[in-house]
């Protein structure tokens, strides 16, 4: 009986090394990255991000002057409220004013998503290209969120994932 339990626990404790051994295998490499670094650092994101405020100062542009000119339509609508010429063109102008408003803010909308889309893809991309090339079997993706809770900072590669991305960006 004590042969047999012996060997039970003989069994279990190599089992056990078996298991430990197996899962730290280093050729399952693993590390993580602050993913809203990575995203903010990422020379693509910064271009596009200038390219998006490029295009919001010229739809602010076209807002501010059409406001403009309804305000001066209102202002002599004010001085001789019976005009009623000026009455049709104050609430045309107006009506172009607010279409084309709304109009700009779904293009703002449309292009920020786009953007968005991009910037995602593209580091997806080269994140895995990234892992592949630096032989890693899982990168994680920390976002502050609880998506990892702990991990040493040793297996923190997203310094080195930042340069990776961005001179891939620059195709070097």
Do not use: C
Not at 44 to 56: H, P, Q, S, Y
Not at 111 to 124: D, F, L, P
């Amino acid at each position: 009986m004590k042969k047999v339990y012996s060997i039970g626990i003989g069994a279990v404790v190599v089992l056990a090394l078996g298991l430990y051994f197996l899962l730290r295998n280093d050729s399952n490499k693993i590390a993580w990255v602050e993913v809203n670094k990575v995203y903010n650092e990422f020379d693509g994101k910064k271009e596009l991000d200038a390219k998006f405020m490029k295009a919001e100062s010229a739809r602010k542009k076209i807002i501010d002057s059409l406001e403009l000119d309804l305000k001066l339509i209102f202002n002599q609508l004010q001085i001789s409220p019976e005009n009623k010429e000026k009455n049709i063109l104050f609430e045309t102008k107006r009506s172009y004013f607010l279409n084309k408003k709304q109009e700009l803010e779904e293009d703002s909308e449309n292009m920020q998503a786009n953007y968005y889309e991009q910037i995602v893809n593209q580091i997806n991309q080269y994140a895995k290209e990234y892992g592949i090339e630096k032989k890693y079997s899982v990168i994680l993706g920390a976002n502050g969120e609880g998506a990892v809770m702990y991990a040493e900072e040793e297996i923190n590669v997203t310094k080195d994932m930042i340069t990776y991305i961005n001179t891939k960006y620059k195709g070097l």
